[in-house]
């Protein structure tokens, strides 16, 4: 086993403080809310055979794709607009947005860049998934909804 | 439900403060940091809903923190062009790492010298020698190979070691 650094032994002395009472608090406090709040559907979702949800999600996928072919269709005169868009709205009556997040799939730092003024900014690249959780009323199946995206973050550097 | 809860908070009560430490080098006061955990665990309980529910692995909560912290850069530097006028005023008892003994000389200064490691070296140390993290977790948390988190981690040590003893020095001057 290698010898630790001398400075390591220094470091060993320091230790990172706990956190503050009230934020431990505030943050069991959410816990309760969310486990109060989070439906046994969305716990239970492995429960959901994954072939099954593969079939959820890629259905999903192919209404929504169909969706968008139809909806432009059905805009050509406003009777039949109308007609078209009220029963989606009554079936987005079912679906019930259970959560939503952003995952990150991978992040990059691509180094420094410099700004307009001259200033330095620090570039990060990141890819990620938004996912969102809809929960079908009358089935109790919850369906995931990813959308991945590009974000290109700069930060100003103040120390070097 | 009841025990997913207890999980959750005894998983908090572990690694709070290491979350707590990390959080800090994405934030401007302990305060801030604290609410980058509280918005990151948030998260996770979501992204941990589909798998079973319970406490995720640490690598990936500090993945989910810089996220937040990069998050809150964003809105951080609008909101501070907006107060530019205000003057804030240091909180000189605002500390990233306590001693374990109170009058550690040395310990206190090496603090201060953690305190000014660049980001991207304090990062590495944190995760490797506060939160035990393998050079392995700690290159896909920060998306960079094993091999340059092992030598950021011997480079945060060389500048500590140098620092110190800069410090020393100049007390015995």
């Known amino acids: 086993m290698p010898k630790p650094d001398p400075i390591e032994t220094i470091l060993a002395r320091l230790m990172p403080p706990a956190m503050s009472e009230a934020a431990q608090r505030d943050i069991e406090d959410m816990l309760d ?57 009554a079936e987005s009556n079912e679906f019930v947005l259970m959560g939503e997040s952003d995952r990150i799939e991978s992040m990059r730092d691509e180094g420094w860049q410099e700004n307009a003024d001259g200033s330095t900014m620090r570039a990060m690249r990141l890819n990620v998934v938004a996912e969102n959780s809809l929960l079908d009323r009358e089935t109790g199946i919850v369906m995931q909804v990813s959308e991945p995206r590009e974000e290109l973050f700069l930060m100003p550097v103040s120390t070097f | 439900m009841e025990t997913t809860t207890s999980a959750w908070k005894q998983w908090l009560a572990e690694n709070g403060p290491r979350l707590l430490l990390f959080a800090r080098g994405w934030s401007h006061s302990r305060h801030d940091a604290e609410d980058l955990v509280q918005e990151a665990i948030l998260r996770m309980w979501h992204h941990q809903a589909d798998k079973g529910g319970g406490p995720p692995d640490l690598p990936l909560v500090f993945s989910t923190i810089r996220f937040c912290g990069l998050n809150h850069h964003r809105s951080e530097s609008r909101r501070r062009k907006r107060e530019e006028a205000i003057v804030y005023l240091n909180d000189f008892q605002d500390v990233w790492l306590d001693p374990v003994c109170e009058d550690d000389e040395e310990a206190l200064l090496l603090r201060a010298a953690v305190e000014k490691l660049s980001p991207k070296l304090r990062e590495v140390v944190v995760m490797k020698f506060w939160a035990g993290c393998t050079f392995l977790q700690i290159s896909e948390t920060l998306a960079i190979s094993p091999n340059t988190a092992a030598s950021r981690y011997r480079y945060a040590l060389e500048q500590l070691s140098h620092e110190l003893r800069r410090i020393k020095e100049l007390r015995h001057a």
């Open chain 1, 33 to 89: 809310e969310l486990a109060d709040t989070t439906p046994q559907g969305v716990v239970s979702a492995p429960a959901i055979m994954a072939w099954q949800r593969r079939w959820i999600i890629g259905g999903s996928a192919a209404a929504a794709v169909a969706l968008a072919w139809i909806l432009p269709l059905a805009t050509t005169s406003v009777r039949s607009s109308r007609a078209a868009l009220a029963p989606a709205t």
